[in-house]
């Protein structure tokens, strides 16, 4: 399996709290990262956020088509409302690489966060719908933006699962959730089983808004 030390990561999306997180904690971890958005002026103003946070020098900013493009592995982290359009632009630039969906398409009322209907099924199958020539896994759901944008916490006690149909991005995508102490990458089925990860994001939201806390999970017996 490729070393995923080697890669760079795309981060479309990376102006959001959960992108830009993530993105902090593998720069951290010594991986090459590229921050996209929509405006490239943004993106940049999110790396430098980020080099300055943690020292670093090898992260940088772009466009989402830019980021894309300069990435070896691309995490998706965009709002759910623009995910369609957006992955379906970046269609011919994707093909080939392992994408990382992340993206919880949940909605909010007075009762609480829930989970909305999405036709393929899932955000994740719907990337895999429109990148077809693209090796699309699920990760990256129940991560609290908080913990990550806390440099204090030093060990993200926390388990990633990861789901996809093709057992090497799998391998890679824990490979990676792995570089960030404390995290732990967990093989967590077929691409198909994506809504049930998706959709638990809105449990953990009502968990943590009842508990005031950050909570996120643990699979034992491993």
Known sequence: MTDIRELTIGVLGGTGAQGKGL????????LEVVIGSRGAERAEAAAEEVRAATGVGHVSGADNAGCAARADLVLV?????GHADLLASLRDTLAGKVVIDCVNPLGFDKQGPHALPVPEGSAAQQAAALLPGS???AA???VSAVTLADLSVESVEEDVLVLGDDREATDLVRALADT????????GGRLRNAHQVEAFTANLIAINRRYK????LRITGL
Request: charged content about 15%.
């Open 23 to 30: 993105a902090l904690r593998w720069a951290k971890a010594g």
């Open 77 to 81: 982290a965009v709002p759910w409302e």
């Open 135 to 137: 090796r699309v896994t």
């Open 140 to 142: 990256f759901h129940h």
């Open 180 to 187: 960030v102490p404390g995290f732990r990458g967990v093989y």
């Open 213 to 216: 806390t950050h909570a996120g």
